[in-house]
């Protein structure tokens, strides 16, 4: 149960103590659990955009509302690493400069964009699902972000300085990857009645958010936890969007 609280205060704003001394074997138990913690994020923003609806809000303006929630849900601290990656990738320095640009604190004109790019696409993707009552795909799509935080710690070395990313770097399995993605796969299968576009979304979103991540890693020396919040923000606007095909 340490290993569910620390995922929980890790993960969310919720007032929930973790251990006090946390050490890798801690961190990577708790990552391990995040897609736990993003199918109950997931639940969150499904069933407040269907309160929503259901109280005659637009589905724009609901979804949009939802992603909002899901923001704060989360200390903003996912969006706020994929604005951090933004601008360390649109830097030409070395990555020692890019490391200080991801660390001030600040978001820069690529961040900007960024934020605007992966929220709006959240928002019309979530507003098109529940137009079509599709409360599954928003909670899977929610949840795929935090598979994808999985799949990050696999493999890719900390980055230099990196407090998180030195905890949580290479501490997961193959096993525990690979089973996250099958019960991704298949809960997504109930996710359209084209029984083939949910799996779909979940592997293009997947290798998506694993390629952001690859990429990362060499740009700036390693593993950090704002990559790791750019790969879920990333993942979760991919196979969102994919699962509004028709």
Same mark, same amino acid.
């Given at each position: ?37 993003? %199918? ?26 939802? %992603? ?16 951090? %990656? ?161």
């Amino acid at each position: 149960m340490n290993a569910v609280w620390l995922a929980v205060s890790w993960l969310t704003v919720l007032p929930v103590r973790g251990s006090r001394r946390v050490d890798r074997t801690a961190a990577g138990r708790a990552i391990a659990l995040a897609p736990l913690v993003g %199918v109950g994020l997931g639940a969150v923003a499904a069933g407040l955009l269907w309160v929503l609806c259901w109280a005659g809000m637009g589905f724009v303006l609901a979804a949009l509302v939802s %992603v909002g929630a899901l923001a704060v849900a989360t200390r903003g601290m996912h969006l706020d690493g994929l604005a951090d %990656v933004a601008d360390g990738l649109g830097s030409y320095g070395p990555p020692e400069r890019a490391r200080e640009i991801m660390k001030s604190g600040g978001a820069g004109p690529f961040g900007v964009v960024a934020l605007i790019f992966a929220i709006g696409v959240q928002a019309a993707a979530f507003a098109a699902l529940a137009e079509q009552g599709r409360w599954l795909a928003i909670g899977l799509a929610v949840a795929a972000g935090r598979v994808a935080m999985v799949a990050g710690c696999r493999g890719c070395a900390p980055a230099p300085g990196s407090g998180f990313g030195t905890l949580v770097a290479r501490t997961q399995s193959g096993w525990t990857v690979a089973g996250w993605n099958v019960i991704a796969l298949g809960a997504s299968v109930f996710a359209d009645h084209r029984h083939w576009q949910g799996p779909m979304a979940i592997v293009v979103g997947a290798v998506g958010a694993a390629l952001l991540v690859r990429h990362c890693v060499r740009r700036f020396g390693g593993l950090n936890g704002d990559v790791l919040g750019a790969a879920s923000e990333t993942a979760v606007a991919v196979t969102a969007a994919l699962l509004t095909l028709s």
